[in-house]
């Protein structure tokens, strides 16, 4: 059975000023050291004349995590960014703090909280996320049965994917795996064992906190 895990949605890289200084929290859902590695690079690239490019990344592969300060004082900005992702619980994911010095010394303890608020500023603007295991199911039934099994569904927490209309109804839809087994039973006596769900692949589904 799949293991549930929480990671972002989407993209978002948003930004505010400290004391002059600029920072970018990039943030991006990844499945890969590949994928972030190319993702730090891509930013460095784009913001080559930024001071800092900071990052830190989580990944279910391997359990991997890295972080590195780009030449900030030791323990000032990767850190801090590793944490934020960290006690939110999140993998599979990478961000990227882009910083442009803007002449005022932050100091140790302002480093830490600018480098923090940038990284909990891209998560919250990415949106979190849980990646539920789900078994991908199908069960055909008659017209009489559809209304009674399309809410039956839901219900019990899956969600329809598609439907096909032909002598009988075929529906398609995904449900956590570890709640499958409750709604074969509720299909099995809303249909007098008429209906059988047949499962099949196990895939990730998103839903949301």
């Given at each position: 059975m799949l293991k549930d895990y929480i990671t972002i949605e989407h993209d978002a890289s948003p930004e505010f000023t400290e004391k002059r200084s600029r920072f970018i929290g990039y943030i991006k859902p990844v499945r890969t050291e590949t994928e972030a590695l190319d993702f730090i690079s891509s930013l460095r690239s784009k913001h080559w004349d930024a001071t800092h490019n900071v990052y830190a990344y989580v990944l279910r592969e391997q359990n991997t995590c890295r972080y590195s300060d780009d030449n900030e004082p030791q323990g000032t900005a990767g850190m801090p960014?590793?944490?934020?992702?960290?006690?939110?619980?999140?993998?599979?994911?990478?961000?990227?703090?882009?910083?442009?010095?803007?002449?005022?010394?932050?100091?140790?303890?302002?480093?830490?909280?600018?480098?923090?608020?940038?990284?909990?500023?891209?998560?919250?603007?990415?949106?979190v996320i849980?990646?539920?295991?789900?078994?991908?199911?199908?069960?055909?039934?008659?017209?009489?049965?559809?209304?009674?099994?399309?809410?039956?569904?839901?219900?019990?927490?899956?969600?329809?994917?598609?439907?096909?209309?032909?002598?009988?109804?075929?529906?398609?839809?995904?449900?956590?795996?570890?709640?499958?087994?409750?709604?074969?039973?509720?299909?099995?006596?809303?249909?007098?064992?008429?209906?059988?769900?047949?499962?099949?692949?196990?895939?990730?589904y998103p839903y949301k906190q």
């Amino acid at each position: 059975m799949l293991k549930d895990y929480i990671t972002i949605e989407h993209d978002a890289s948003p930004e505010f000023t400290e004391k002059r200084s600029r920072f970018i929290g990039y943030i991006k859902p990844v499945r890969t050291e590949t994928e972030a590695l190319d993702f730090i690079s891509s930013l460095r690239s784009k913001h080559w004349d930024a001071t800092h490019n900071v990052y830190a990344y989580v990944l279910r592969e391997q359990n991997t995590c890295r972080y590195s300060d780009d030449n900030e004082p030791q323990g000032t900005a990767g850190m801090p960014v590793l944490d934020v992702i960290r006690k939110s619980g999140l993998t599979d994911v990478c961000i990227v703090v882009t910083r442009y010095f803007g002449g005022i010394l932050l100091g140790g303890g302002g480093l830490v909280r600018a480098y923090s608020h940038s990284a909990s500023l891209a998560v919250e603007a990415a949106g979190v996320i849980t990646m539920r295991g789900c078994s991908e199911c199908t069960l055909t039934c008659t017209y009489n049965q559809y209304g009674k099994l399309s809410s039956l569904i839901p219900e019990n927490g899956g969600v329809v994917d598609d439907c096909d209309f032909g002598e009988g109804v075929t529906m398609n839809f995904h449900i956590p795996s570890n709640e499958l087994s409750v709604l074969k039973k509720k299909v099995t006596d809303a249909t007098s064992g008429t209906v059988r769900i047949l499962s099949e692949i196990e895939k990730y589904y998103p839903y949301k906190q």
